[in-house]
Nanobody
Framework: QVQLVESGGGLVQAGGSLRLSCAAS????????MGWYRQAPGKQRELVAT???????NYADSVKGRFTISRDNAKNTVYLQMNSLKPEDTAAYYC?????????????WGQGTQVTVSQ
């Protein structure tokens, strides 16, 4: 029904910036919340940031003040601007979207994009 494709990952030195993008496509009835999660080696997946269709945002404490999530509803695209990157930000970043169809909620995940921050 919905496919998510991330882009923008890469290698950056500590203190640098990256901008991630995630585009949703397919048969979309309604997408409410979109967000970014990350998973570092040996770690559980954790929430990074979310944004609703109305623009309300939520951030993990570890990224507040450094990361900014935004979305373009017309393009079904969500972005994550990452500034002042730290080595501990190194992880695979996954885009997530929650959609509804006939009152049923569905969760969709992208394939992930790698972010590596060197010291």
């Amino acid at each position: 029904q919905v496919q998510l494709v991330e882009s923008g990952g890469g290698l950056v030195q500590a203190g640098g910036s990256l901008r991630l993008s995630c585009a949703a496509s397919g048969t979309i009835f309604s997408i409410n919340t979109m967000g970014w999660y990350r998973q570092a080696p040996g770690k559980q997946r954790e929430l990074v940031a979310t944004i609703t269709s109305g623009g309300s945002t939520n951030y993990a404490d570890s990224v507040k003040g450094r990361f900014t999530i935004s979305r373009d509803n017309a393009k079904n695209t969500v972005y994550l601007q990452m500034n002042s990157l730290k080595p501990e930000d190194t992880a695979a970043y996954y885009c997530h979207a929650r959609a509804t169809n006939w009152g049923t909620a569905y969760n969709y995940w992208g394939q992930g994009t790698q972010v590596t921050v060197s010291q």
